[in-house]
Structures are given as structure tokens and as C-alpha cells.
């Protein structure tokens, strides 16, 4: 009834008091080098106030956007707007979010093209001292040119050499290895001629990369863009995947074997027998059911690294890897047939390689463990623990390939090879390398896969940097109680809430360093072990700005006070993580970590352009020294 008074009282109003729109719209836009950021722009005449869209139920229309739908970019459906003014209004008897003199309300869009057209429809709202005028809808529109579009294989380059090298792993596996001459000498003595023998083999090799990318693909299908993204930091997901690896570990050292049922290998061998296209397929897929046993934990590895690096591709483009290192054999050895006899005999080696994979998913097992850790905060497995775990990892390995012991599939060893004995001296060698890491010591060469230096037992330990308080511009230690927080890298001081890094940034008189990380960031962690550890870097991390550190997967729950639904996004906000991550995203329009933003004190726009994950150490002084004369 309130609503309806209210519009009947508006519409009156403007027919007797009928004067021009005060308030005058238009649309302009930014490309980003991940985004483009479309702003509507609102001029507001003198006495009047257009409303925030986040107004509550009985008072006046809230600025509304409505998007139109365009499949040359996506979107979060969230205008992110200034800070407005806020009064009692007794007229609607509760308070009001309001702009005067001028508005912005801006949406980052994903560009799928580089030209497009964005158009929509707004509603609004605007009174003044004396009255109102009734609800307006206005079309904006702006043209884009030149957007930023990703690549669709940005990044998947380390993916695919992943899957080429579980592929060319998975080669020489016991279930594998044999099949080589056997399935060669079948197309070779079946065909009429060489030519038809290679054209064979390279079906038979397509066939195997079709099979294992159609896997990546389903899963890429089954989980979705949004999941894969969330993977890399949910504590249950890693915690299964750990699970997962300690399982395929135990596999390979010989406790079981990972089989499907025969009923599946036996349909796909009668498959094979038909003959033509479809034969050879079946015969590439019989191979692969076959082996299972061996490639199934390496694939469901290689899975789980794909899946967790968030990119929707990144299953497919793994089996890619994987399934070209397994194809190229087969096609090589049918043009080549004489290659054959170069091969070396099966034998006990292939179940050496076998077991010394095992040694290596168990390791990887530990960094998913650890993650789930992190981000739950338990203080199960701190950074002296984790090292020790893979320094024991790493001499059992070099001791198993010298022969101290056997595991239960393992032949009799009578010499050791040069080749053999070359893998275990890096064995070893890691090992040594990594012992000092348990008291302090940097292990830059794992830098990203343990748990950040300060989390651990002791947080000082024989190799740890003096922490140096910060001191004001003046050179003068600040009167302000600095309250630091307990997460700092590299025992730099630093705050973990951006309000408080604020305030005594204001009294130091420094500009502010924002860094966006997280504890299952493995991109973080190598930044702060590989480049802040940096003479140069560390000493302008302490001395020259406020750093606050922001970790975006904190499961630490807020006050309720503090908890609810974000106005922007939408998104529920009940944790520390949910309010960096939701301050990121709508402040600086990136959800990837690591972000570093360089502020002054007056708002939240960059000094200079922000930083992401960039190991060039020169290049990181630069941007600071930069960020820091901005400021002055």
C-alpha cells in the first residue's frame, strides 16, 4: 500500500511540476588486460538524489540495470557502485543510500570476441527536497572494441608437458611396454603393404588420443568451469584427493591392483576383431582398458592437477599430452619396423619404474594433504613435518633403486645399471638438498609445494630474518599501537585486515602494498620463497610500504555481526575468505591470487598498474620503486 501511495503521489507531482529529466546518462568503457569494464555515468542536477540500488523494502525505487543477454561476453550480473551517502529520511521513516551531483555503476564483463555491443535498460529514481519524480527507464549502450579476449590455451602449456611426461611414464610400465612389438608386428604383418602397416598404426594412435581426450573432456563436462575453479582450495576435494594419491601409491608399490571389470575388456576384444576403422579403434581402446592397472593412477593424477589449476581445458588438454606420448611409438615403430629390435627386453626394470612412481605419488599425496591444512588451519602438518615426510621420501627412494630392499613384485637385483644408479644419486641428492629446510633453511627448488615459512613450529628458526619494526616516513618509530597480524611471510610485518593496515599506514605516512593470497596458493608461496626473500625485495616490503596480506580461503568464521549476503555479488559472506575474496573481486575485478595492488590512503585506486605472479626479482623492485614514488 506504502508502494502504491507512494507512486500515485510521484505521478501527480510530475504532472503538475512537469519539468526536464535531472539527471543525464552515458555509458563509456575500459578494457583491462583480463576484462572489460563497461560505467554508466550518471549527472545529477543540483537538490536532487538519485538512489543506490541496495535500498530496503518501503522506501523509494533502488537504481536497477538490467543486462541485456550477448553471447560475445559473460558476466557476473553485479554493477558495483561508489560509496553513497546515507540519511535518516523521515518521509520514508528509515535510512537512505544516495547520490548527488554524480554516480557511477560499473560491471566487468569476460569478453568471448574483441568487438561487441553492449546494450541494456536502467531504472531509477530521483527526488529532491520537495518531491519526487515517478520511476524512469532509460536504454544505455556503448560499442567495445578491441576487448581482451583469452586464449583458450593461456596457460595449458605446463598441462600438456604434464600429460606428455605421465604419458611417456605410463610407456614404460610393465602393462604397457610389451604391448609395443606385439600390437606394431600385428599391423605390420596384416597389412599388404608398408604404407597401409603405418597408415594402420596411425589409426591406432589417433584412436588412443581420441579415447583420452574424450576423458578429459567428460570431465571438464561433469564438473563445470565454476567447480574445477574451486577445487585448487577446497579442503574436502583435497583432502579426497590426497586419499586418491595414497591409494594409486599403494597400487604401485604392489599391495593391489587396480582393475576394471573383465566384462568391459572382454566386450572391447570382440570389438576389435570386426575389423576397418572401427576395429582399430576398438583395439585402442581394448589397450587402454587393458592397462589400466598401470595408467589408471597416473591418469587420475594427472586429472586431479589438471582439474585443479581451474581451467575448463586443462583435463583435455592433459590427456593430449598423455595420450600423443603413448601414440607416437606406435606409428614410429610401424614405419620403422627394424627400431624394434633396439628396444630393451621386459624385465624387472619395468616394475622398478612402477614402484619408483609410487614413491612419487606419495609425495604429491602430502601437498594436497597439506593444503586442506592450510586452509583449515590445523596445524596438522607444518612446514618441519612436510620437508621431513620428503626427505624420507627421497632417501627411500635412492636406497630402494641401490637395492637395500625389494618390494613383494620386485625381481632379484644382481648389479645396478648406470642408468639406475644415476636416478638415485638425484634422488639423494634431493634429499640432502632438503634436509637443512627442516631447521630454516631456503629450498627454493620446491619453493610453492611446503607450507609457507610461518607456518611452522618455530616460526624463528636458525636460518629466519630478524623481524624490523616499521618505522614512520619520518624516521621515527609511529605513536600508533601497531596491531600486525599473525600470517606475515617471511617474518615481515605485515596486517592481515585491510582497515587496520589502513590506519596505520595514514599514521606512517606510507603507501599501502595489498597482497591477495591464500594458503593452498602454490603461485604465492614460490613469490614469497623466490622473490621476496630478495635482499632488495624484502628490504622495501619492510621498510617502504604497509604490507597487508589478505588471504581470500581463510575458513576462519567472521562475527556475525560481520557475516550475511554480499549487496554486490550475492554471494553468502560468513568467512574471513569470503570477505577478501568478495574485497578483490568487486575493488579490483580479479579472483586470481597471487594479486598485488599498490594504494594510497584516499581510495582503492591503484598507484600504478597491479601485479600478479612474475618470478623477474629486477622486475618486482621496479614496480615497487614505482608504486612508492607515485605516492609521494
Known amino acids: 500500500m506504502k508502494r502504491f501511495l507512494l507512486g500515485l503521489c510521484t505521478l501527480l507531482t510530475a504532472v503538475v511540476f ?23 555515468h550518471a549527472d545529477i542536477q543540483d537538490g536532487w538524489h538519485l538512489y543506490s540500488q541496495h535500498l530496503d523494502e518501503g522506501g523509494p525505487i533502488p537504481t536497477s540495470f538490467y543486462l541485456d543477454t550477448n553471447a560475445a561476453f559473460t558476466h557476473t550480473n553485479a554493477w558495483a557502485e561508489g560509496e553513497p551517502h546515507v540519511e535518516f529520511d ?9 547520490y548527488s551531483n554524480s554516480a557511477d555503476f560499473t560491471i566487468a564483463l569476460s569478453p568471448l570476441q574483441k568487438d561487441f555491443s553492449v546494450q541494456g535498460e536502467l531504472e531509477f529514481m530521483v527526488c529532491n527536497d520537495e518531491m519526487c519524480l515517478p520511476p524512469t527507464y532509460v536504454d544505455f549502450s556503448v560499442d567495445v572494441i578491441d576487448a581482451p579476449v583469452p586464449s583458450w590455451f593461456a596457460g595449458l602449456g605446463t598441462t600438456f608437458w604434464l600429460g606428455f611426461l605421465g604419458g611417456f611414464a605410463a610407456l614404460i610400465m610393465p602393462c604397457i611396454f610389451p604391448m609395443i612389438p606385439l600390437t606394431v608386428s600385428f599391423f605390420t604383418k596384416q597389412s599388404k603393404t608398408k604404407a597401409e602397416g603405418i597408415f594402420k598404426a596411425s589409426l591406432y594412435g589417433i584412436g588412443i588420443i581420441v ?12 564438473f563445470g568451469a565454476d567447480t574445477l575453479n574451486k577445487m585448487a582450495t577446497n579442503p574436502w576435494f583435497n583432502l579426497a584427493f590426497f586419499v586418491l594419491f595414497v591409494v594409486f601409491a599403494a597400487s604401485f608399490f604392489g599391495a593391489f591392483e587396480i582393475t576394471l571389470p573383465s566384462k568391459w575388456v572382454n566386450k572391447a576384444d570382440d570389438a576389435s576383431n570386426k575389423g576397418g576403422f572401427l576395429g582399430i579403434f576398438f583395439m585402442a581402446f581394448t589397450l587402454s582398458l587393458v592397462s589400466f592397472s598401470c595408467t589408471g593412477p597416473i591418469i587420475g593424477s594427472l586429472l586431479v592437477e589438471a582439474a585443479s589449476k581451474g581451467s575448463l581445458l586443462g583435463p583435455a588438454v592433459g590427456m593430449f599430452g598423455f595420450a600423443l606420448a603413448l601414440a607416437i611409438p606406435f606409428t614410429l615403430f610401424a614405419a620403422f619396423p627394424g627400431w624394434l629390435n633396439s628396444l630393451p627386453s621386459s624385465g624387472g626394470w619395468l616394475n622398478t619404474v612402477k614402484v619408483t612412481l609410487g614413491f612419487l605419488e606419495l609425495a604429491f599425496a602430502l601437498k594436497f594433504l597439506s593444503t586442506a591444512d592450510l586452509v583449515w588451519q590445523m596445524h596438522w602438518l607444518e612446514r618441519e613435518l612436510f620437508i621431513a615426510i620428503w626427505v624420507a621420501i627421497a632417501f627411500l627412494t635412492a636406497l630402494y633403486l641401490l637395492g637395500a630392499f625389494r618390494l613383494p613384485l620386485d625381481s632379484p637385483i644382481t648389479t645396478i645399471g648406470v642408468g639406475r644408479l644415476g636416478v638415485a644419486m638425484v634422488f639423494m641428492i634431493m634429499a640432502f638438498y632438503m634436509l637443512p629446510g627442516i631447521f630454516g633453511a631456503p629450498v627454493k627448488l620446491i619453493a610453492g609445494f611446503p607450507p609457507p615459512e610461518h607456518y611452522s613450529e618455530s616460526k624463528n628458526g636458525a636460518y629466519a630474518q630478524p623481524v624490523i619494526n616499521m618505522t614512520a616516513a619520518s624516521g621515527e618509530t609511529s605513536a600508533v599501537e601497531a596491531d600486525f597480524g599473525h600470517h606475515c611471510p617471511n617474518d615481515l610485518p605485515c596486517f592481515n585486515d585491510y582497515e587496520q ?13 595489498l597482497d591477495f593470497t591464500g594458503w593452498g596458493c602454490v603461485n604465492c608461496r614460490k613469490m614469497e620463497e623466490n622473490v621476496w626473500k630478495d635482499e632488495r625485495v624484502h628490504q622495501r616490503l619492510r621498510d617502504n610500504v604497509v604490507l597487508i596480506s589478505l588471504y581470500v580461503d581463510d575458513r576462519e568464521e567472521l562475527p556475525l555481526s560481520e557475516q550475511g549476503v554480499s549487496e554486490v555479488t550475492g554471494r553468502k559472506i560468513k568467512n574471513i575468505g569470503n570477505k577478501w575474496s568478495e574485497f578483490q573481486e568487486v575493488n579490483f575485478k580479479e579472483v586470481s591470487q597471487p594479486l598485488y595492488v599498490i594504494l594510497g590512503h584516499d581510495d582503492l585506486t591503484p598507484l600504478i598498474e597491479k601485479n600478479a605472479y612474475n618470478p623477474d626479482v629486477d622486475a618486482y623492485v621496479d614496480w615497487l620503486d614505482r608504486g612508492v614514488a607515485a605516492f609521494k
Not at 512537469?18 to 554508466?40: G, H, I, M
Not at 523521515?90 to 544516495?98: G, H, I, R, T, Y
Not at 593496515?501 to 602494498?513: H, S, W
Open 211 to 222: 579415447i583420452y581426450v574424450g576423458l578429459g573432456l567428460l570431465v571438464s563436462l561433469v
Open 501 to 513: 593496515g589502513l590506519a596505520y599506514a595514514k599514521e606512517v605516512g606510507k603507501p599501502i602494498m
Open 18 to 40: 512537469a519539468q526536464p529529466q535531472p539527471v543525464k546518462w552515458s555509458t563509456s568503457y575500459v578494457n583491462t588486460e583480463d576484462a572489460t569494464l563497461v560505467t554508466v
Open 90 to 98: 523521515p518521509n520514508f521513516d528509515m535510512d537512505l543510500a544516495f
